[in-house]
């Protein structure tokens, strides 16, 4: 496809931990991309809102943190009030030994501290002397160990204990909070020491609602210590390859399970069909599990799905000989590659799904017949497979479709006149060589889009005319190297974009930059590999909201960037070179 069309995915994963504020140790992983996840029972942060007066309450918690030295203890103050001057402080991250001491028994019910700096053992003393008020701790990232857990035993109450990256908890810290029966949400990503026998100590946390094990290498086996767990509704093992079929059995009696992901296990045809008990299941994550066809036969059985994500299956006819004699009767008479289109017969049962993952699969275009009566479908992945113009007019009568992804697909301009029809699409990746103006020019009715992806794209400047029908976008990536300045005078009007990439337009100079000044919206702007040099710079002087700015291959240095990021763009925190 050509040096324009290799983008570098991980880059658009960095944008958007960018403008969603995530550390960098939460950047999302290649399995869990397809569904953003938060731990569940997040703050009400208290900041000053830009153009309103803030409360005489606000005021006067600002006031107490601003002098928060002067206080040796806030007990006697009521709860609600204690809670809002610890979770300022926590915002403005000043929070240390001394500082925290003040909060001895102050009866706090959240605790927000993840990736709080200098929390470990030595705060757990003023943590635990909560007691029974409190619900939720996220002590993520932290050094807290299995010593440090001990001292939760008396908060009887705890709702929600986050231990994401934790890597000083083991088996023994499980034991420390056997104890606390109303705990309803319990996440350990990334934890390489918790250990399939240390889960039985979990077996007695009845009223588990939510469980995180994400990336927990060790933990085979250990899924039979959750069989008692009936009011279980989301459980994730994704990215655990220790995972195999063997964990899937002790599952069945989950009947409760709403979501369930095992991306990147060893999870098998034989593995799946464990899952048709789980008939309340709504959401499946199976990304890259060595599953064939017969798979698809089992999860037909998940009539209650709407998020079904089978990316990097890699779905082949191989499970063919599995099938019942019913739907081998179907497939006697289809070729050899007919047959792998065939299976997708098993989803037209799945009307309910709303969100649909089939990214790297082998489907063509005679498999597409089978997603036609899918009408609740927002959400369509189809990157990386073999359809083409034909397939996509079973796509035509999907009017609730929001998002569809066909990049790195045969689609081509002739195709994409049958997707005029969508008028609920706001998201449209056409990252594929094959795309012209043409093929922009049929997308004008889409007037809802606000994230139009046609980085490969073959865009002329005249093809830029047609952006002026699309009002309302947010995002906009046009990078196959035919834009000059001329057409990117066609872009400065889109006053929405938050996000614009133009990298690799090998033509584009200083005056692009001017062109986009205008765009003070701005968040992420990308003109690498372009002829911009550092007197351009002053154009981008406007642009108040920027955050991410890459101007790599260009004549502009790092000090170019750092000069004009501390004076006029005091947002901007992500910038190349650097």
């Not at 990232?141 to 035993?153: F, M, N, Q, Y």
């Not at 709702?159 to 994401?164: G, R, S, T």
């Not at 220790?242 to 069945?252: E, F, N, S, V, Y």
Request: proline share 1%; net charge neutral; glycine share 8%.
């Amino acid at each position: 496809m050509g040096g324009a069309c290799s983008r570098k995915r991980d880059q658009q994963d960095d944008d958007d931990n960018l403008q969603r504020g995530f550390s960098g140790r939460y950047c999302k992983s290649g399995s869990s991309k397809w569904l953003a996840t938060s731990f569940s029972r997040s703050l009400i942060d208290v900041k000053q809102g830009l153009g309103k007066c803030p409360s005489l309450m606000e005021l006067c918690i600002y006031k107490v943190c601003d002098e928060i030295h002067k206080y040796s203890t806030f007990s006697m103050l009521p709860r609600d009030i204690s809670q809002l001057i610890f979770d300022e402080l926590v915002y403005r991250q000043v929070l240390d030994d001394v500082i925290l001491e003040a909060f001895r028994d102050c009866a706090l019910e959240d605790l927000n501290l993840g990736e709080y700096p200098g929390l470990g053992d030595n705060w757990m003393d003023i943590i635990a002397s909560q007691g029974s008020s409190l619900l939720s701790v996220d002590f993520s990232g932290s050094d807290i160990t299995d010593s440090g857990l001990s001292r939760l035993k008396d908060c009887k109450n705890l709702q929600a204990l986050n231990f994401n990256y934790c890597d000083r908890i083991s088996d023994n810290g499980l034991e420390h909070i056997s104890g606390l029966l109303n705990l309803t949400n319990l996440s350990f990503r990334r934890n390489n020491t918790i250990t399939a026998q240390g889960m039985s100590a979990l077996s007695g946390l009845v009223n588990l609602v939510k469980l995180d094990l994400e990336r927990c290498p060790k933990i085979h086996g250990g899924l039979v210590h959750l069989k008692g767990l009936t009011k279980l509704e989301s459980l994730n093992v994704n990215c655990c390859n220790c995972i195999t079929d063997a964990d899937m059995k002790p599952l069945q009696g989950l009947v409760n399970l709403k979501g369930l992901q095992i991306s990147s296990s060893k999870v098998t045809d034989y593995g799946a069909t464990f899952l048709r008990a789980l008939r309340k299941l709504e959401l499946l994550n199976m990304e890259g599990c060595p599953v064939t066809a017969a798979c698809l036969e089992s999860l037909s059985a998940l009539s209650a799905l709407l998020y079904l994500n089978l990316s990097r299956c890699n779905l082949t006819d191989d499970g063919c000989d599995k099938f019942s004699n019913l739907q081998k009767l179907k497939v006697l008479n289809l070729g050899f590659n007919e047959i792998s289109d065939a299976i997708l017969v098993h989803l037209r049962g799945l009307l309910n799904l709303e969100s649909l993952n089939l990214d790297s699969c082998r489907i063509r275009d005679v498999g597409m017949v089978n997603l036609a009566g899918l009408h609740r479908l927002k959400c369509l992945e189809l990157s990386d497979t073999e359809v083409g113009d034909v397939g996509l007019r079973y796509l035509s009568g999907l009017r609730n479709l929001e998002s569809l992804n066909l990049s790195f697909t045969a689609v081509t301009d002739v195709g994409l006149k049958k997707l005029a029809g969508l008028s609920c699409l706001k998201s449209l990746n056409l990252d594929n060589r094959q795309i012209t103006d043409a093929g922009l020019a049929a997308l004008t009715s889409l007037t809802a889009l606000t994230h139009l992806d046609l980085f490969g794209a073959r865009i002329t400047d005249s093809g830029t005319n047609y952006l002026k029908c699309f009002k309302n976008l947010r995002s906009l990536e046009i990078c196959g190297g035919g834009l000059t300045d001329a057409g990117v005078k066609n872009i400065k009007d889109l006053k929405t974009l938050t996000l614009l990439n133009l990298s690799q337009n090998h033509h584009l100079t200083d005056k692009s930059l001017e062109a986009v000044s205008g765009l003070t919206q701005l968040v992420s702007l990308n003109v690498s590999n372009c002829r911009i040099t550092s007197a351009g710079l002053q154009h981008l002087k406007s642009l108040k909201n920027l955050k991410s700015l890459s101007l790599e291959s260009c004549k502009v240095t790092a000090n170019d960037i750092k000069k004009l990021q501390a004076s006029d763009l005091p947002n901007l925190v992500n910038f190349r070179p650097e």
